[in-house]
């Protein structure tokens, strides 16, 4: 249920702009988000990952680390990452 949840929201997300059909894609996997994103864009042959950042502590970040971190270190291509907007 959660995965087929995942997939509308980013379905609904994804309708909001006018995307080339067959150049965009997404899905909603179980894992180590790091290696999940980084495993999926290699089998994909991805050209550029955007990924969300929301706002962590120092704390947060250097206890748990930064998914989008290890991902721009991780990943062969270009990586995109965009902050949460500001209140």
């Not at 080339?20 to 894992?31: H, I, N």
Request: aromatic share 4%; charged share 20%; with cysteine.
């Amino acid at each position: 249920e959660a995965r087929e949840k995942a997939m509308a929201q980013m379905a609904a997300f994804a309708g909001r702009f006018a995307l080339p059909s067959g150049k965009v894609w997404s899905s909603a996997v179980l894992g180590y988000p790091p290696k999940v994103i980084v495993d999926a864009v290699e089998q994909g042959n991805a050209q550029l990952v955007v990924l969300g950042k929301h706002a962590a502590g120092i704390v947060e970040r250097l206890m748990v680390g930064s998914v989008a971190l290890q991902v721009l270190e991780m990943a062969k291509c270009d990586v995109l990452v965009v902050p949460e907007p500001v209140a």
